[in-house]
């Protein structure tokens, strides 16, 4: 009987953890609830507006920005004239990522909210030892027979106070915040990407399977961010090539009680209180994907569960063994 209620009281707890732990999507339109579009800070069609300027190979058409053409050696990129000085917000950038290429392709594009801006450079054709915030959209494995290989498209975050170099040898596995997988190339379908800022964590989600719902890449705490830094989007190609367009950037004031703590966030240098956790990644292990890390709680808790039972189970089976050698005594 001790048994039955025991090997219930698992099967019930096993199934409220599946529940919890296989639902990490949450719905898009939860994200836009209370907050407002902040039009200064915004790219929308037909990108009439003279709040953006573009370089590079940058080129303008009515339905989207193309970053860099479908062609090898180009840099191209979009900044956003005005500095932003909210505390928190958040970013959805729509893009699509293709090209020719069916087996190479590269090298992707770049997120940036930075105290530079319209600086043509080697990081996805952005400046190197930049200051702020960039998130990776990396197309190409730069380092695939290396210990620190991981699958690619690959989305990651950096934060920078202009000291650190983005080691693209290694696609910036050792200065990265996070970073999960995310097969956003070649979609037949939009492809979304949303960066929220909120009390001094990151999270980033991605919509890349055509499910118009965020998926989470990753969260991280301690991330603090100055404000008055610019938001921009650059790309680059080099021996291989890919069409990068971005067809929207909308910037949200998200609704959010800021705390008066007395400090100018003018002034402040960008930091990460805590980089990647594991820093030499093997094939397969993925920086904090959701669905990677959810099986994982799933079955050390499982683990647990079986354990407890166990350990339950022999000492009732003892027991009952103790009883009945009293009794024929
Ligand atoms: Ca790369």
């Given amino acids: 009987m001790a048994c039955r209620v025991v090997f219930c009281f698992s099967c019930i707890l096993v199934i409220s953890c599946c529940l919890i732990i296989l639902n990490p999507v949450s719905v898009k339109s939860e994200w836009n609830a209370n907050d407002y579009l902040k039009k200064e800070h915004s790219l929308v069609k037909p990108y009439a507006d003279d709040r953006w300027d573009y370089i590079g ?4 058409t009515n339905s989207y920005v193309r970053l860099t053409p479908d062609q090898q050696s180009r840099k191209g990129a979009i900044w956003n004239k005005m500095p932003c000085f909210l505390r928190n917000w958040e970013l959805h950038v729509n893009f699509k990522v293709y090209g020719k290429g069916t087996e190479l392709f590269g090298d992707g594009f770049a997120i940036w909210y930075t105290k ?19 998130v990776f959209l990396d197309s190409y494995n730069n380092d695939v027979q290396g210990k620190h290989n991981h699958g690619h498209p690959y989305i990651s975050a950096m934060v920078n106070n202009g000291t650190l170099h983005y080691d693209h040898d290694r696609d910036g596995t050792h200065t990265e915040l996070a970073g999960c997988e995310a097969r956003f190339r070649g979609a037949a379908y939009d492809t979304s990407l949303a960066v929220r800022y909120e009390h001094n964590r990151l999270t980033v989600s991605v919509d890349a399977e055509g499910k118009n719902s965020w998926k989470k890449c990753f969260s991280v705490d301690g991330v603090h961010l100055p404000s008055g830094y610019y938001f921009g989007a650059s790309a680059a190609t080099g ?3 890919d069409n990068h367009d971005i067809i929207s950037m909308k910037l949200y004031d998200i609704a959010v009680e800021s705390v008066d703590d007395g400090v100018d966030y003018r002034n402040i240098v960008p930091s990460a209180e805590n980089f990647a956790p594991h820093r030499d990644h093997v094939h397969g292990e993925k920086g904090e994907s959701s669905s990677g890390s959810g099986w994982g709680t799933f079955f050390y808790v499982l683990f647990i569960l079986l354990v407890i039972s166990g350990v339950i189970a022999a000492g009732y089976y003892l027991y009952m063994k103790s009883t009945e050698k009293k009794r024929l005594y």
């Fill in 57 to 60: 190979s940058t080129i303008v």
């Fill in 116 to 134: 530079e801006r319209l600086e043509l450079g080697p990081v996805f054709g952005n400046r190197d030892y930049f200051m702020g915030l960039a």
């Fill in 239 to 241: 021996e291989l090539a």
